[in-house]
């Protein structure tokens, strides 16, 4: 079998692995390359880029090489991770032992066989029993203690790291995260004098936005330390101290109920599908009886795959370790189960997926400052990670719902219809 150099071998490889040809441009590291009109390049900047993909060889072999710049793309990104949705079958991506036989011959002459390469240290290695405190917090930590200077760069001064709510696609992010905080505010129905938990409180800008506009006292937890620093930080410059407490604790270590409402925006994903139920009756038994609860979380689309995560994933190994995605189905279920009434779900997929186009313009304009505050291997997960969140809403495979639920027994609140939230103010 001739091959035109690396490039060669690299066609051939993808379409052992794709079962189509690549419809990308390839260059390699000795100068071959293979031209697809107007397509992205596929960079292979070296030969442990092929080797990743022997020991590897699928999803987290092609994320390696990427991370640790191995391997690269030029062009539009979103353009080089959306061909596989065009397939005829999206290719489950993986080299059988006859595949690999039958490239020897090739892998060799390149010099591509040898051990296998570390891991970028941006992979994730966590210890311990899956979602036991512990566990969680280094969970946590992987993902957010990554430094709050490179979440400023990415997120904007809003420093909202969950789906912004456009009023419409021409909206600055700004405005489309105030807007969000002001919907979910406006859900809960928050008024003077009310008591608020943020569970997964981040860098404090739900529980800001709740006491300045709303007046109500506010405690909000996370188990990142980076963002109960810098959410104390904020809270002291706004003058709030008196109204807002910013706690680096679990939710399920809260004890100081009850609350007149309860915000859990983009913290059920981290929770685990067994520990929902617990999750839920934890959240009830610290609402008191008429209060309001708001469960935003990312939900696993009809097209996502299978329903427990790939421990082999690019998200799973470099985003979210022990994350979980649920249909909505579930988490209205399980938030039913736990004796709530389930009044209102609102579906915000296509808003996640300007969100996140919008943070990687973020990123990609920053780029420089942001390796310098991360990493050049956590910059570029990053880059991947929402690029290929963007594609996944706008494909269906993910969707994004707020799910607004009443511990029932108390005073009945809710007006008889849902206001217009069309023209979010």
Sequence with gaps: ???????????????????????????????????????????????????????????????????????DVEGDLYAALSF?????????????????????????RLGVPGPPPAPPAEEARLRGLRHSLRRDRSAISHHYDVGNDFYRLLLGPSLVYSCAYFPGPGATLEAAQEAKLDLVCRKLGVEPG??????????????????SRYGVSVVGVTISGAQADLARRRVTEAGLADRVEIRLQDYREVDDGPFDAIASVGMAEHV??????????????LLAPGGRLL???????????????????????????????????????????????????????????????AWVRNLEENWEEAVRESSPGRARVWRLYLAGSALAFERH???VNQVLAVRPGGEDRLPLRRPDRSRPR
């Design 1 to 71: 079998m001739a091959h035109r150099g690396a490039s060669g071998l690299v066609d051939e490889l993808a379409r052992t692995l794709l079962g189509a040809p690549l419809p990308l441009s390839v260059r390699c590291w000795d100068g071959s390359e293979s031209v697809v009109d107007g397509a992205p390049t596929l960079v292979v900047r070296n030969r442990r880029a092929l080797r990743r993909l022997v020991f590897a060889p699928g999803e987290l072999g092609l994320a390696r090489a990427y991370v640790s710049g191995d391997l």
């Design 84 to 108: 596989p949705d065009d397939l005829p079958a999206r290719p489950e991506l993986r080299l059988d032992r006859r595949a690999l036989v039958r490239l020897a011959g090739p892998l060799l």
């Design 194 to 211: 009310m008591r608020l938990l943020d569970v997964g409180c981040g860098w404090g800008s739900l529980a800001l936005h709740a006491a």
């Design 397 to 399: 495979r993910v969707g």
């Design 272 to 285: 685990g599908h067994d520990q929902l139920p617990a999750y839920a009756a934890r959240l009830h038994a």
């Design 295 to 357: 469960n935003h979380a990312i939900a696993r689309g009809p097209a996502a795959g299978p329903d427990r995560p790939d421990p082999g994933s690019f998200l799973t190994r470099y985003v979210f370790p022990d994350g979980e995605l649920q249909p909505v189905a579930t988490h209205v279920r399980v938030l039913e189960e736990a004796g709530f009434e389930v009044v209102d779900v609102e579906a915000l997929r296509r808003h996640y997926a300007l969100t996140c186009r």
